[in-house]
């Protein structure tokens, strides 16, 4: 399924991947007329490494969801995608996470933070409610700024992950950021956050130009 996003003047043409007809998800040819996709890497099983070698998807934007577990299997794949923007959403899908000591905690993150040094990977601070479904999703917020000191907070970006929240949340609720975001980012860290990172990361990096409108 094709999606488009009007974003400041431009029109991200985005492909969702994810499960097919027969079960198996798979990266088709028309990939390249993208300018992003969506993975969801736990219904894929095959190896991206060799996949990805046959489509050009450098300047593309890729958006991963994924659990722990997905990311250690298509870890090497993701690598290779540095010439991508590539995006983990719902903070690498921990869910299991709140209310573990420190040490237990880094550990459970352990699979996302080891691609901190990746300079192309950023991380969504979204789906706070699949991990503490009360707002203001106080049991999340150790996981925020663990991921926050390990990745620089230049490198995080707030989603609502509207409208599927509002099966969780409010209106209001699903809108608002949590109040404790200002005890883990300063002002200016709060502004990129909101908005200005995702218009650093994104729209600084080439887009096939046939998309432009």
Known sequence: ???????????????????????????????????GISLYLDDIE???????????????????NATPQSLARHGTAIRLL????????????????????PAELHDALARLLRLADLAHV????????????????EKVKPTVALISETFGPSRLLWGSDFPVALDHLGMR????????????????EVLGVLGG???R?????????TLRV
């Open 197 to 199: 990172n995702l218009d």
């Open 82 to 101: 540095d010439g991508c923007l590539v995006l983990v959403s719902h903070l690498g899908s921990p869910r299991r996470v709140v209310d573990l000591p």
């Open 173 to 188: 609720e699903a809108m608002e950021t949590p109040d404790w975001f200002t005890e883990i980012f300063s002002p200016d």
């Open 46 to 64: 095959e190896d991206l490494v060799e996949r990805f070698a046959d489509i050009a998807l450098e300047g593309r934007t890729v958006s991963i």
């Open 201 to 209: 990361l994104v729209l600084s990096r080439p887009v096939n130009p």
């Open 122 to 137: 950023a991380v969504k601070v979204s789906g706070l409610y699949d991990a503490d479904p009360e707002f203001p999703h």
């Open 1 to 35: 399924m094709g999606l488009g996003t009007e974003f400041e003047g431009w029109l991200f043409a985005d492909l969702l991947l994810g499960v097919g007809d027969e079960g198996e998800a798979s990266l088709g040819e028309d990939v390249e007329a993208f300018a």
